[in-house]
Nanobody, 125 residues
Framework: VQLQASGGGLVQAGDSLRLSCAVS????????MGWFRQASGKEREVVAA????????YYADSVKGRFTISEDNAKNTFYLQMNSLKSADTAVYFC???????????????????WGQGTQVTVSS
């Protein structure tokens, strides 16, 4: 399974970006999907996650109401819509999936088996 993240860039505070994560080489259905980020000098943190089996969704408190995780099953792609971006959102963003049929929604990176290469998001204030 391969993940290809895209959509990052340099934007101003208040702008929007949509990150995409294309999944190939495996069955997309049943996956749990997550977006993580790592700012310079900080640990990786979960941003949003979605369990297709249970329909449950998780957002970090820092992005609630601004970010939305979604998917397009026909395109084997999931997204992170980021609105009202802040300088604190500046980080490398990673997408991740795991093919296990989970009843819970993992929000720890170690629970995800497959990772994309990361895409840089820089928000200038």
């Amino acid at each position: 399974v391969q993940l290809q993240a895209s959509g990052g860039g340099l934007v101003q505070a208040g702008d929007s970006l949509r990150l995409s994560c294309a999944v190939s080489g495996g069955a997309f259905s049943g996956y749990v999907m997550g977006w993580f980020r790592q700012a310079s000098g900080k640990e990786r943190e979960v941003v949003a996650a979605f369990n297709r089996r249970s329909g449950s969704t998780y957002y970090a408190d820092s992005v609630k109401g601004r970010f939305t995780i979604s998917e397009d099953n026909a395109k084997n792609t999931f997204y992170l819509q980021m609105n009202s971006l802040k300088s604190a959102d500046t980080a490398v963003y990673f997408c991740a999936t795991d093919p296990r049929q989970l009843r819970w929604l993992p929000i720890v990176g170690s629970e995800y088996r497959f990772w994309g290469q990361g895409t840089q998001v820089t928000v200038s204030s």
